[in-house]
T-cell receptor
Framework: DAGVTQSPTHLIKTRGQQVTLRCSPK?????VSWYQQALGQGPQFIFQYYEEEERQRGNFPDRFSGHQFPNYSSELNVNALLLGDSALYLCASSRLAYNEQFFGPGTRLTVL | DAKTTQPPSMDCAEGRAANLPCNHS???????VYWYRQIHSQGPQYIIHGLKNNETNEMASLIITEDRKSSTLILPHATLRDTAVYYC??????????????FGDGTTLTVKP
């Protein structure tokens, strides 16, 4: 049973560019949440997708957007990258009725 | 979501029990207590969760006080591989508003030989 997978593992971009990160949830899970984790800090909630809609959103600007596909996989898009967007981006999946979230290994984004 | 307070760091001797405390004095009646851990640069790993009863699984035990304002995660026989940052989170479960986890800075547990 595959767990949560994320791609790519690492990514280097320059300021102003756009980036797309991808996540495949654990088998049987229908909800995907995205988190940003800066170095030395706990993960910060970006948004959550369920039934292909954004259900909750954290305190992140509109430069951060997402999408969920019919197969429950999800993408995180970040436009106009800033140096401060450098972080580990984590995807977590869950089933609403059984709410343990399972996290993927993350994508390390570096903005130069 | 309710805020949690954890000590920034703790040490534990290998083979001894590690007891990690968490305060969540503003927890609501429909919020569960979840524990995760994160080993350096990896994604957080789910450990255990509970509502008001004590819980045990193959990894750990969770003791929640009767007033639900605090809890303790117990690793019964800590090993060097248990060295990690441990996060205590409280959040609603089981509805469309679930899924958002508010992480603090966690407790860095160091297991020493």
């Amino acid at each position: 049973d595959a767990g949560v997978t994320q791609s790519p593992t690492h990514l280097i971009k320059t300021r102003g560019q756009q980036v797309t990160l991808r996540c495949s949830p654990k088998s049987g899970h229908d909800t995907v949440s995205w988190y940003q984790q800066a170095l030395g800090q706990g993960p910060q909630f970006i948004f959550q997708y369920y039934e292909e809609e954004e259900r909750q959103r954290g305190n992140f600007p509109d430069r951060f957007s997402g999408h969920q596909f019919p197969n429950y996989s999800s993408e995180l898009n970040v436009n106009a990258l800033l140096l401060g967007d450098s972080a580990l981006y984590l995807c977590a999946s869950s089933r609403l009725a059984y709410n343990e979230q399972f996290f993927g290994p993350g994508t390390r984004l570096t903005v130069l | 979501d309710a805020k949690t307070t954890q000590p920034p760091s703790m040490d534990c001797a290998e083979g001894r029990a590690a007891n990690l405390p968490c305060n969540h004095s503003t927890i609501s009646g429909n919020e569960y207590v979840y524990w995760y851990r994160q080993i350096h640069s990896q994604g957080p790993q789910y450990i255990i969760h509970g509502l008001k009863n004590n819980e045990t699984n193959e990894m750990a035990s969770l003791i929640i006080t009767e007033d639900r304002k605090s809890s303790t995660l117990i690793l019964p026989h800590a090993t060097l591989r248990d060295t990690a940052v441990y996060y205590c989170i409280v959040r609603v479960a089981g509805n469309t508003n679930a899924g958002k986890s508010t992480f603090g800075d966690g407790t860095t547990l160091t297991v020493k030989p």
